[in-house]
Protein backbone atom coordinates (compact mmCIF):
# COMPACT_ATOMS: atom_id res chain seq x y z
CA UNK A 1 0.00 0.00 0.00
CA UNK A 2 1.11 3.62 -0.26
CA UNK A 3 0.58 6.53 2.29
CA UNK A 4 0.53 9.90 0.83
CA UNK A 5 0.93 13.34 2.37
CA UNK A 6 -0.11 16.57 0.63
CA UNK A 7 1.96 19.73 2.39
CA UNK A 8 3.29 23.31 0.79
CA UNK A 9 -0.31 24.94 0.38
CA UNK A 10 -1.17 28.16 2.14
CA UNK A 11 -2.56 31.47 1.86
CA UNK A 12 -1.44 33.45 -1.66
CA UNK A 13 -2.71 36.88 -3.54
CA UNK A 14 -4.52 36.56 -6.72
CA UNK A 15 -1.59 36.29 -8.95
CA UNK A 16 1.30 34.51 -7.21
CA UNK A 17 2.22 30.74 -7.34
CA UNK A 18 2.62 28.15 -5.22
CA UNK A 19 4.45 24.89 -5.53
CA UNK A 20 2.28 21.44 -3.81
CA UNK A 21 4.03 18.23 -3.15
CA UNK A 22 2.80 14.99 -2.39
CA UNK A 23 5.15 12.28 -0.22
CA UNK A 24 4.84 8.85 -0.78
CA UNK A 25 5.84 5.89 0.94
CA UNK A 26 6.47 2.58 -0.52
CA UNK A 27 9.04 0.86 -2.76
CA UNK A 28 6.09 0.69 -5.51
CA UNK A 29 5.55 4.46 -5.91
CA UNK A 30 7.30 4.77 -9.44
CA UNK A 31 4.76 1.83 -10.96
CA UNK A 32 1.80 3.92 -9.69
CA UNK A 33 0.15 6.82 -11.77
CA UNK A 34 -0.53 9.84 -9.77
CA UNK A 35 -2.76 12.40 -9.74
CA UNK A 36 -4.07 15.98 -7.92
CA UNK A 37 -7.90 16.35 -6.91
CA UNK A 38 -9.06 19.90 -5.61
CA UNK A 39 -13.00 20.13 -4.09
CA UNK A 40 -13.48 24.72 -3.40
CA UNK A 41 -16.08 25.35 -0.23
CA UNK A 42 -19.84 23.74 -1.28
CA UNK A 43 -18.22 21.59 -4.23
CA UNK A 44 -17.44 18.55 -5.07
CA UNK A 45 -14.19 16.91 -5.86
CA UNK A 46 -12.90 17.85 -9.27
CA UNK A 47 -10.02 16.56 -11.21
CA UNK A 48 -7.09 18.89 -12.05
CA UNK A 49 -3.79 16.96 -12.82
CA UNK A 50 -2.52 13.63 -13.66
CA UNK A 51 1.24 12.09 -14.41
CA UNK A 52 1.84 8.52 -15.80
CA UNK A 53 3.95 5.79 -13.71
CA UNK A 54 7.08 7.60 -16.11
CA UNK A 55 6.11 11.27 -15.99
CA UNK A 56 6.24 11.08 -19.72
CA UNK A 57 2.60 11.75 -20.18
CA UNK A 58 0.31 14.51 -18.46
CA UNK A 59 -2.78 15.44 -18.34
CA UNK A 60 -5.34 18.86 -16.91
CA UNK A 61 -8.50 19.93 -16.64
CA UNK A 62 -9.32 22.81 -19.14
CA UNK A 63 -9.79 25.17 -16.10
CA UNK A 64 -6.19 24.41 -15.04
CA UNK A 65 -4.55 24.21 -18.05
CA UNK A 66 -1.60 26.41 -19.15
CA UNK A 67 -1.43 27.90 -15.34
CA UNK A 68 -0.51 24.29 -13.42
CA UNK A 69 1.93 21.60 -13.99
CA UNK A 70 2.38 18.59 -12.81
CA UNK A 71 5.49 16.55 -12.25
CA UNK A 72 7.58 13.65 -10.06
CA UNK A 73 10.68 12.64 -9.20
CA UNK A 74 10.41 9.03 -8.47
CA UNK A 75 14.12 8.72 -6.90
CA UNK A 76 12.37 11.40 -3.93
CA UNK A 77 9.07 9.35 -4.22
CA UNK A 78 7.30 12.60 -4.73
CA UNK A 79 4.54 14.35 -6.74
CA UNK A 80 4.82 18.32 -7.66
CA UNK A 81 1.56 20.31 -8.52
CA UNK A 82 2.99 24.30 -10.11
CA UNK A 83 0.52 26.51 -9.68
CA UNK A 84 1.10 29.82 -11.60
CA UNK A 85 -1.09 32.92 -11.91
CA UNK A 86 -3.21 31.75 -9.22
CA UNK A 87 -6.89 33.02 -8.83
CA UNK A 88 -9.40 33.14 -6.53
CA UNK A 89 -11.72 30.26 -8.00
CA UNK A 90 -8.48 28.08 -7.14
CA UNK A 91 -8.98 28.45 -3.29
CA UNK A 92 -9.73 24.86 -2.18
CA UNK A 93 -8.46 21.76 -0.45
CA UNK A 94 -6.07 19.65 -2.88
CA UNK A 95 -5.40 16.30 -2.64
CA UNK A 96 -2.80 13.82 -3.93
CA UNK A 97 -3.66 10.53 -5.24
CA UNK A 98 -2.03 7.50 -6.26
CA UNK A 99 -3.41 4.68 -8.94
CA UNK A 100 -2.21 1.37 -9.17
CA UNK A 101 -1.42 1.26 -12.73
CA UNK A 102 0.64 2.67 -14.69
CA UNK A 103 -0.98 5.05 -17.17
CA UNK A 104 -3.01 7.57 -15.68
CA UNK A 105 -6.64 8.27 -14.88
CA UNK A 106 -9.09 11.26 -15.04
CA UNK A 107 -11.57 10.02 -12.42
CA UNK A 108 -11.23 9.73 -9.09
CA UNK A 109 -12.75 6.58 -8.92
CA UNK A 110 -9.62 5.40 -10.87
CA UNK A 111 -7.62 5.60 -7.68
CA UNK A 112 -6.79 4.12 -5.01
CA UNK A 113 -4.72 5.72 -2.68
CA UNK A 114 -5.61 9.65 -1.06
CA UNK A 115 -3.53 12.13 0.90
CA UNK A 116 -5.55 13.83 3.67
CA UNK A 117 -5.62 16.88 1.53
CA UNK A 118 -3.48 20.92 1.88
CA UNK A 119 -5.74 23.95 1.84
CA UNK A 120 -4.56 26.59 -0.55
CA UNK A 121 -6.62 29.73 -0.36
CA UNK A 122 -6.36 32.73 -2.81
CA UNK A 123 -6.85 35.96 -1.90
CA UNK A 124 -7.88 38.99 -3.69
Known amino acids: QVQLVESRGGLVQAGGSLRLSCAASGRTFSTYAMGWFRQAPGKEREFVAAINWSGSTTSYADSVKGRFTISRDNGKNTVYLQINSMKPEDTAVYYC?????????????????WGQGTQVTVSS
Open 97 to 113: AARANYGLGLRDNEYNY
